[in-house]
């Protein structure tokens, strides 16, 4: 009789737990308190062009490595950047005993272009819309492809296929 009274308590607090479940996945809670009410109203949308800028940095491909310094109020701050092969990465490294709170940082947040009336409608009609690229790179020539991977190669083992069923067996 114990055993039945504990298997019942399993089974309700099983079938409550997934009942709240339901509830919290589902939100039935917005069908009670929703307002049927739908109300139209059409907008005059004015099209503007969303264009931003972005701060760019253009490297010369032929320089491996560079130094340089910027001058400061009493001190001068020194950097290296150096190319990483085989990538399009750099390396920056800059002297930070120097503070330099003269110079603002220079940050990649966009900056909108806002248009006059005139140039905002020459630029929509110019805008296009945008396309693919028509060819895919998925790989490097320098990449060799037998260095990475070998996921095929794994294998289950039997005994941790099997523990979930012992534990299981034992557990009752």
Request: glycine content about 2%.
């Amino acid at each position: 009789f114990k055993n039945t009274c504990t298997l019942m308590f399993i089974a309700v607090k099983w079938i409550m737990t997934e009942l709240v479940l339901f509830l919290v996945e589902f939100n039935l809670c917005s069908w009670w308190h929703s307002d049927m009410t739908a109300k139209t109203q059409k907008l005059k949308q004015t099209l503007e062009p969303c264009d931003t800028e972005y701060p760019a940095f253009v490297s010369e491909r032929t320089i491996k490595e560079t130094t340089g310094n910027i001058a400061c109020e009493d001190c001068s701050k020194s950097f290296v950047i150096q190319q990483i092969p085989s990538s399009n990465l750099f390396m920056v490294v800059v002297d930070s005993s120097c503070l330099c709170e003269s110079v603002a940082p220079i940050t990649m947040a966009p900056i909108e272009i806002r248009y006059n009336e005139s140039l905002k409608c020459e630029r929509l009609k110019a805008q296009k819309i945008r396309r693919r690229p028509e060819s895919c790179h998925g790989f490097h020539p320098e990449e060799n492809a037998r260095e990475c991977g070998a996921a095929p190669g794994l294998r289950a083992l039997t005994v941790l296929l099997l523990l979930p069923l012992l534990l299981m067996l034992f557990s009752r």
